[in-house]
């Protein structure tokens, strides 16, 4: 488990989250070469940060930590490619494509953006993750992703 019990770090001691920094610390976070580390970003995040996805909303930096320990545990691998970044403060918004090495399954890549918002510190104190999740892993299962499309398009237009 991360130990989010530390000495807080300092907001001002951090770089500014420039599309340039942010790239450099998300490819630190997600690799190629085994389980993602979160532990250089957490000082990025606010202690009063609040995460949502398709699953899950979370509120607070200790639930926070668990879930991304919660990530690393169901994975075997995890990588990110960021494509596009746009910073306009409060805003950071990009783009990526997530791959997901599960332990009994072949590796899944995710399509996503993700929306920062920081707080008047520079941290971040919100962020929200957009993907389809499973569009995405259905793609991968030769024969149900026509049926699921089939479905999709049938149902919702």
Known sequence: MTD???KPVNAHELAPLTADHLRE???????????PDWSHIFPYYH?????????????GIRDFTDLCD??????????????????QPPHIIFDWIMTISYKK??????F????LTLAD????IHQRD???????IFNGIPWFHNRYRRFMRKVFG
């Not at 610390?25 to 389980?35: D, F, I, P």
């Not at 940060?49 to 909303?57: E, T």
Request: charged share 25%; aromatic share 10%.
């Open 25 to 35: 610390l998300w490819s630190q976070t997600y690799n190629r070469h085994g389980k």
């Open 70 to 87: 919660r990530l690393a545990t169901r994975s075997k691998q995890l990588s990110m490619e960021i494509n596009t970044i746009l910073v």
């Open 105 to 110: 399954n072949p590796d899944t890549p995710i």
């Open 121 to 124: 510190d520079g941290r971040i």
């Open 130 to 136: 957009y993907y389809d999740l499973w569009g995405d």
């Open 4 to 6: 989010t019990t530390k």
């Open 112 to 115: 996503g953006c993700t929306h």
């Open 47 to 59: 202690e009063n940060i609040i995460f949502q996805d398709c699953i899950q909303k979370v509120e």
